[in-house]
């Protein structure tokens, strides 16, 4: 059984630890299925106007014989058909595993690791597999504000590298600048040349409203994706940090990534010795959403940034389970994932949020 409880190798108060533990970048997506069922007052209607008195022609009745449908031919009368939308309640979970020197682990099983969801081990475990092609759906945020004037050729120059380097047939991406505002230079696309044309387009100017623009592209960008538990969704954040114009609160733009099943990674355009506020910033938006913040020693090396988001993104894992449970309430659930062998490290979003009851 999956849920195999290791106690003994693993102690902590108040956490049943068992065999399914993941360093995540993490989606949290319930999946939906339709399917279809005759609507039982069209076949009600149907079998009345068949039998009723007044709706036959006695004489047409004589001459007229049964109407008669042959199995896999379709109906002389078209009945409406009704839809049937049923939420089933799965958790799709996108992680990293590393060693201690950040390299990445691939090869584990799921009996590697442990969960716990809202504090409760799953209900059922799904599907653990690796996730070496898994279609992307990512977003490029350079932060075109005045005070990154003088870096921002070096974050075009780079983001377009990566580009080329990450996309594949059934990945897509967008672009986009922000300052005070958001400006979506081109929309998801898999054509690098659209999407290098868009990244020239932007121009540095102006002030910076990080957290503004963090929470709008999530939410209008990547909320509604029509594919909820077969992408990976995840934005690239080139940015000092420093925000000073927006009327989101840092803890507002996370919350939205987390609704939108988005993992962060941020790359730290301060090549200043000394870390400074703006890079706490992009520590705490990247960790909390699963992804990881990287910090060049010099301009120049932002392209090794984008270099090192490129390979997390080929070697990560998929974890589909039930959670126990649960309630669509809207509720923020938590997620804690380790791994069992102390020398990897688990990189875990920590948590999302329930879907609310259908309306």
Do not use: W
Request: with cysteine; aromatic share 8%; proline share 7%.
């Amino acid at each position: 059984m999956l849920v195999t409880a290791l106690n003994r190798t693993h102690r902590r108060p108040g956490l049943l630890t068992f065999a399914l533990l993941l360093p995540v970048a993490f989606a949290a997506a319930p999946l939906y299925a339709q399917t279809k069922a005759t609507s039982p007052a069209a076949s009600a209607a149907t079998a009345g106007s068949q039998t009723s008195p007044t709706a036959q022609q006695p004489a047409a009745s004589k001459t007229t014989p049964p109407t008669t449908t042959t199995p896999g031919q379709p109906s002389s009368q078209e009945e409406p058909i009704t839809t049937i939308q049923v939420q089933v309640n799965e958790v799709n979970l996108i992680f990293t595993v590393t060693d201690k020197k950040g390299r990445f682990i691939t090869g584990l099983q799921r009996q590697n690791f442990g969960l716990l969801d809202d504090q409760r081990p799953p209900e059922a475990v799904l599907g653990f597999t690796q996730q070496t092609n898994l279609p992307l759906r990512v977003g490029i945020m350079l932060d075109t504000s005045s005070s990154i004037r003088q870096r921002f050729q070096f974050e075009q120059d780079s983001a377009i590298e990566f580009l080329l380097q990450i996309l594949h047939l059934n990945d897509r991406a967008f672009v986009e600048g922000f300052d005070i505002s958001t400006d979506v230079a081109q929309g998801f696309t898999n054509n690098v040349d659209l999407l290098n044309q868009g990244i020239r387009k932007l121009r540095p100017g102006g002030g910076t409203a990080l957290y503004d623009a963090l929470y709008k592209t999530c939410r209008d960008q990547m909320l509604d994706l029509p594919e909820p538990g077969s992408v990976r969704r995840a934005l690239i954040l080139v940015s000092d940090g420093d925000d000073n114009y927006s009327r989101a609160q840092e803890s507002d733009a996370i919350k939205m990534c987390q609704r939108a099943n988005t993992i962060v990674y941020a790359i730290s355009t301060n090549v200043s010795p000394s870390r400074d506020k703006g890079d706490d910033v992009l520590k705490a938006i990247s960790e909390a959403t699963g992804g990881q913040a990287f910090y060049p020693t010099k301009i120049e090396d932002v392209a090794l940034g984008f270099r090192n988001i490129e390979q997390e993104l080929r070697s990560q894992y998929s974890l589909v389970y039930r959670p126990a449970d649960f309630r669509q309430d809207g509720s923020f659930r938590t997620i804690y994932l380790q791994a069992l062998d102390p020398r990897y490290h688990v990189r875990a979003q920590k948590g999302y949020f329930a879907p609310k009851p259908p309306q």
